[in-house]
């Protein structure tokens, strides 16, 4: 069991450009959190994807948004990038139905310039 | 609205030594809560899941409490070792796995 996995690991982009992280959740999860932790911080809910759909947001602007797929994957994408979007961005997944552990993956660190 | 509270934010104890990590929160209306292990710019490592209904969880040199009642939960650690060093986060849920985080512990162990 490969656990969650994100691509890519860094990476550096400029004040206004867009990126795609990327999220393959556990095996047999079928919900994907994405969750934004500057430095000495605790991760900030970002918003939760459940059956391709966004189920729950947190307090982001529309700047972020995503995307889940039928392989259950999801994808963040986030807009005219600012500084402060510098953080590392995780992603957890979960079983939607059941009181289970949520799974952390190793996070992607953006750096934006 | 749901806050979590970590302290100490800093702890540095020489090896071997028990010690105690507090999380705190302000609405006790939890689904369950988990302890996470953060190694520097890493990701989150699980390390135990307390359900709202359970009093302790125990794996290996670690036992958590919950007092959902008091809004706390600690994370004890026996016999700490240098591996040990990391930041320690508590997360609570709801129930829709949207998890609130304190700011956490940062656990040095030195040898």
């Known amino acids: 069991d490969a656990g969650v996995t994100q691509s890519p690991t860094h990476l550096i982009k400029t004040r206004g450009q867009q990126v795609t992280l990327r999220c393959s959740p556990k095996s047999g999860h079928d919900t994907v959190s994405w969750y934004q932790q500057a430095l000495g911080q605790g991760p900030q809910f970002i918003f939760q994807?459940?059956?391709?759909?966004?189920?729950q947001r947190g307090n982001f602007p529309d700047r972020f948004s995503g995307h889940q797929f039928p392989n259950y994957s999801s994808e963040l994408n986030v807009n005219a990038l600012l500084l402060g979007d510098s953080a590392l961005y995780l992603c957890?997944?979960?079983?939607?139905?059941?009181?289970?552990?949520?799974?952390f993956g190793q996070g992607t660190r953006l750096t934006v310039v | 609205k749901q806050e979590v509270t970590q302290i100490p934010a800093a702890l540095s104890v020489p090896e071997g030594e028990n010690l105690v990590l507090n999380c705190s929160f302000t609405?006790?209306?939890?689904?369950?809560l988990q302890w996470f292990r953060q190694d520097p710019g890493k990701g989150l490592t699980s390390l135990l899941l307390?359900?709202?209904?359970?009093r302790e969880q125990t794996s290996g040199r670690l036992n958590a409490s919950l007092d959902k009642s008091s809004g706390r939960s600690t994370l004890y650690i026996a016999a700490s070792q240098p591996g040990d060093s990391a930041t320690y986060l508590c997360a609570v849920n709801k129930g829709t796995y949207k998890y609130i985080f304190g700011t956490g512990t940062r656990l040095k162990v030195l040898a």
């Open positions: 994807y459940y059956e391709e759909e966004e189920r």
């Open positions: 307390i359900q709202s209904s359970q």
């Open positions: 609405d006790s209306a939890i689904y369950n």
């Open positions: 957890a997944s979960s079983l939607a139905q059941g009181n289970t552990e949520a799974f």
